[in-house]
T-cell receptor, first 116, second 114 residues
Framework: NAGVTQTPKFQVLKTGQSMTLQCAQDMNHEYMSWYRQDPGMGLRLIHYSVGAGITDQGEVPNGYNVSRSTTEDFPLRLLSAAPSQTSVYFC???????????????FGQGTRLTVV | AQSVAQPEDQVNVAEGNPLTVKCTYSVSGNPYLFWYVQYPNRGLQFLLKYITGDNLVKGSYGFEAEFNKSQTSFHLKKPSALVSDSALYFCAVRANQAGTALIFGKGTTLSVSS
């Protein structure tokens, strides 16, 4: 099972450039979310989705866009990269509490982004 | 608002000794609590969860966690630490009653010396 797949694993951007981080899951999970991990700050929620066509903001949404056109894919777009967006980004998927006893989230391996 | 606190940035233990990594939480409604582990340059791996039922939850790799409602705590424990347990540990809680995402603590680095 592939689980949650993120691409690319590493990326270097120049300030002002845009890019899309890809996330795909093959578990037919309704919920997907994006987090950023910074030293000493844990993981912070950027955006999340409860199903195809439905997204919402998390704790730190500024500078990021998302869309969810299919159940499988949840790309994260950086509109105009800034050095403050240098971080490790994780995508996760999970099932709704009402549907499954398997309530834990499954994480991708992460994308390490550096903005210079 | 839901929140999670991990009061220790780092925990140091000797191999073979018991370990505890602390976590306290603040939630409205029933808490759904999780522990994840992260090894260097890797993603997060699920260890265990508390949803309901017994206050002592057993998980992967010999870890367990004790849910204490009165103290709003969910401490991670292991009776005998291994050097290979050295990693970054995160406590997390479901972000809302719908469970759409997670709120994480800041993480605790566990260092087990031989």
């Amino acid at each position: 099972n592939a689980g949650v797949t993120q691409t690319p694993k590493f990326q270097v951007l120049k300030t002002g450039q845009s890019m899309t981080l890809q996330c795909a899951q093959d578990m037919n999970h309704e919920y997907m979310s994006w987090y950023r991990q910074d030293p000493g700050m844990g993981l912070r929620l950027i955006h999340y989705s409860v199903g195809a066509g439905i997204t919402d903001q998390g704790e730190v949404p500024n500078g990021y866009n998302v869309s969810r056109s299919t159940t499988e894919d949840f790309p994260l777009r950086l509109l105009s990269a800034a050095p403050s967006q240098t971080s490790v980004y994780f995508c996760a998927s999970s099932e709704p509490l009402r549907r499954s006893r398997h309530t834990e989230a499954f994480f991708g391996q992460g994308t390490r982004l550096t903005v210079v | 608002a839901q929140s999670v606190a991990q009061p220790e940035d780092q925990v140091n233990v000797a191999e073979g000794n018991p370990l505890t990594v602390k976590c306290t939480y603040s939630v409205s409604g029933n808490p759904y609590l999780f522990w994840y582990v992260q090894y260097p340059n890797r993603g997060l791996q699920f260890l265990l969860k508390y949803i309901t039922g017994d206050n002592l939850v057993k998980g992967s790799y010999g870890f367990e966690a004790e849910f204490n409602k009165s103290q709003t705590s969910f401490h991670l424990k292991k009776p005998s630490a291994l050097v290979s347990d050295s990693a970054l540990y995160f406590c997390a809680v479901r972000a809302n009653q719908a469970g759409t995402a997670l709120i994480f603590g800041k993480g605790t680095t566990l260092s087990v010396s031989s």
